[in-house]
């Protein structure tokens, strides 16, 4: 059982960083991982993810300010955010899962769906002020 805990949120003005974590209990280095974030009244959606094979998948609006990364080690997922901007803000969320039998065009396809994964932690506040 995979068990995601985020850590890293908080308040920060337009153009700041932040640096999210995720540790995940269980064997996460052959595991499907990614970042996941909603906003009050909007639905959740992707926002980066790694495969097993280390391939990332970023949704179009972060693309050059946030770094998905992990360190199978420690079990741990990161997001490295910069240049913030206030519609950045929302609870961000981990999520796992193995995608099992799934092959590497299809994990790329299903990577930012958050349909696609079983594991989830409970989130951590990401809030950006203009």
């Known amino acids: 059982q995979v068990q995601p805990v985020e850590s890293g949120g908080g308040s920060v003005q337009a153009g700041g960083s932040l640096k999210l974590s995720c540790v995940a209990s269980?064997?996460?280095?052959?595991?499907?991982m990614g970042w996941f974030r909603q906003a009050p009244g909007k639905e959740r959606e992707g926002v980066a993810s790694?495969?097993?094979?280390?391939?990332?998948t970023y949704v179009e609006s972060v693309k050059g300010r946030f770094t998905i990364s992990k360190d199978n080690a420690k079990n741990t997922l990161y997001l490295q955010m910069n240049s913030l901007k206030p519609e950045d803000t929302g609870m961000y969320f981990c999520?796992?899962?193995?995608?099992?039998?799934?092959?590497?065009?299809?994990?790329?396809?299903?990577?930012?769906?958050?349909?696609?994964?079983?594991?989830w932690g409970q989130g951590t506040q990401v809030t950006v002020s203009s």
């Open positions: 999520a796992a899962d193995q995608f099992a039998g799934k092959s590497s065009k299809l994990i790329s396809l299903l990577a930012l769906d958050d349909g696609s994964y079983n594991y």
């Open positions: 269980g064997f996460i280095y052959s595991y499907c």
């Open positions: 790694i495969a097993g094979d280390g391939s990332t």
